[in-house]
Structures are given as C-alpha cells and as structure tokens.
C-alpha cells in the first residue's frame, strides 16, 4: 500500500488554467506538506498543515491555495497557471510537526506539472 | 535565501568504494538534520538523522557525521552500490517549524 499518494502523476495544461492536485496519506501522521522542486532538483517547502490548521505558508503566490479536508488529506488548488509553475510538486507527512522532536517526512512519488 | 548546501554538485564513485557526500549549513540555531536520498522519478527518502547534540550517527552502511564547530554536515556510505545512485539531500530544522533543504548532491556509481 502506498503510504502517500498524489494524483496525478503527471499534469500537462495550457497557461491561464486552473488545476488541482491531490494527496492523500494512510501513515495516521499529524503534518502534511507541500513542496515544490524546479528543474535544479532545488526543494523548496510550499504550505504546512497539522491537524488541518496551516501551519506554514512560504511565500508564494496566492494563485496557490491548499486545502485540507481532513488530516489526512491536503490538496493543491492553482488558478491562472504560468510558465513559471511548471516543475514537480511533492506532497509530504509527519508525525510531529515540524519544531517538536523528531521530523521525518515521507514524499509522495510527485506530480509534473508542465504548463505550455 | 536558503542556508544549507551547495548548487548541485556532481559525484562518481567505483562500485565498492566509500562515497562521502558533504553539506554546509549556516544556521547555528539548527537543531536537527536529516539526509534524504531521491531516486529518479521518485519522491525523497528518508535515509538518517542526527540531533545538534550528537556529533555521530550510524546506520546500515551509513554514517552521518556532524560538526557544528564549521557547520557541516556529511553522510557516509560504505562500499557503494549501484542501488545507492540517487541524489542526496541534507536537511536542516531551522530550530523553529521549518525544514530547509539543500541544493542535493548526484551519486554516480560505475559499476
């Protein structure tokens, strides 16, 4: 059973659209996570929610809106997509949110989003 | 700006041999570290961790070391296999509520 699980795996969409990305995590953790990884393999860290309360949200644009229906789910909204949204989105989880103890995150396999 | 790591670096390693994988940090309030490894197509994984107040961990095959001292953190991995190519990625808890992210290290292994 995968332990976190985003769909799509890949998302391909002409700019000014809106897209959804889901996740979903079966580990009972506390914490989710979005992050997002440009073409440099450089990982950066979106939005933050426990127990469905955000927690972190990094600057970006307000184009990009999480939801978090219940602790074990958190989805990825993004209206008016751009050029510069393309690169792979990770959901991640935890037990502990970050700041209390330990804080190891499990990742989703990814979702490619590619604007054109 | 981010704090940990360098642009990604490149590193190629005889199957056998030990890799050593090096990362700095700048935030000497960090208090946790982890080492993730990413497989392509693959999200990160989990491989060690090592709290501030240690300056050594080991694990099957790897070793985390730490050096507050210089702020640097390496990761350790004996007799490389070729299961072991991935990127690598050090981690740093900001000693607040954030994990900051290195640039990640590429691991060859020539068989």
């Known amino acids: 059973d995968t332990a976190v699980s985003q769909t799509p795996k890949y998302l391909v969409t002409q700019m000014g659209n809106d897209k959804s990305i889901k996740c979903e995590q079966n580990l009972g953790h506390d914490t989710m996570y979005w992050y997002k990884q440009d073409s440099k393999k450089f990982l950066k860290i979106m939005f933050s929610y426990n127990n469905k309360e955000l927690i972190i949200n990094e600057t970006v644009p307000n184009r990009f809106s999480p939801k978090s229906p219940d602790k074990a789910h958190l989805n990825l909204h993004i209206n008016s997509l751009e050029l510069g949204d393309s690169a792979v989105y990770f959901c991640?989880?935890?037990?502990?949110?970050?700041?209390?103890?330990?804080?190891?995150?499990?990742f989703g396999a990814g979702t490619r989003l590619s604007v054109l | 700006g981010e704090n940990v790591g360098l642009h990604l670096p490149t590193l190629s390693v005889q199957e056998g041999d030990n890799s050593i994988i090096n990362c700095a940090y700048s935030?000497?309030?960090?208090?946790?570290f982890i080492w993730y490894k990413q497989e392509s197509g693959k999200g990160p994984q989990f491989i060690i961790d090592?709290?501030?107040?240690?300056d050594k961990r080991q694990g099957q095959r790897v070793t985390v070391l730490l050096n507050k001292t210089v702020k640097h953190l390496s990761l350790q991995i004996a007799a490389t296999q070729p299961g072991d190519s991935a990127v690598y990625f050090c981690?740093?808890?900001?000693?607040?509520?954030?994990?900051?992210f290195g640039a990640g290290t590429r691991l060859f292994v020539k068989a």
């Open positions: 981690a740093e808890r900001d000693g607040g509520f954030k994990t900051i």
């Open positions: 991640a989880s935890s037990h502990e949110p970050q700041g209390r103890g330990k804080n190891i995150q499990y």
């Open positions: 935030n000497s309030a960090s208090d946790y």
């Open positions: 090592i709290r501030s107040n240690m």
